[in-house]
Nanobody, 125 residues
């Protein structure tokens, strides 16, 4: 079992930055790939970014590429999502998730075994 807790969300003006954290407890965090997803009101959950278990590979949705950076610190059992140049379209609840299985992209929610409760990100115009 892995427990995931997101933090770092909040209200920011367009053009601003936030850094989300995903703290993991339970089984060995370094065995799991970690992903970030988001869900805006009235929309389906969508993939944002993912990082392999050891951090050697990263994946981004085109909508955030060049603006968001996913990293992890396995010594701290924590993954991060640095979000820069935020726009109102980035407003959503952001979820982190952990996947034990191997994959070549980690873009599908069904690949993930554990999910956090989410943190709200609101970007004002």
């Amino acid at each position: 079992q892995v427990q995931l807790v997101e933090s770092g969300g909040g209200l920011v003006e367009a053009g601003g930055s936030l850094r989300l954290s995903c703290a993991a407890s339970g089984r060995t965090f370094s065995s799991y790939a970690t992903g970030w997803f988001r869900q805006a009101p009235g929309k389906e959950r969508e993939f944002v970014a993912a990082i392999s278990a050891r951090g050697g590979r990263t994946y981004y949705d085109d909508s955030v590429k060049g603006r968001f950076t996913i990293t992890r610190d396995n010594a701290k059992n924590t993954a991060y999502l640095q979000m820069n140049s935020l726009t109102p379209e980035d407003t959503a609840v952001y979820y982190c998730a952990a996947a034990l299985g191997a994959s070549d992209n980690y873009r599908q929610g069904s690949q993930y075994d554990y999910w956090g409760q989410g943190t709200q990100v609101t970007v004002s115009s």
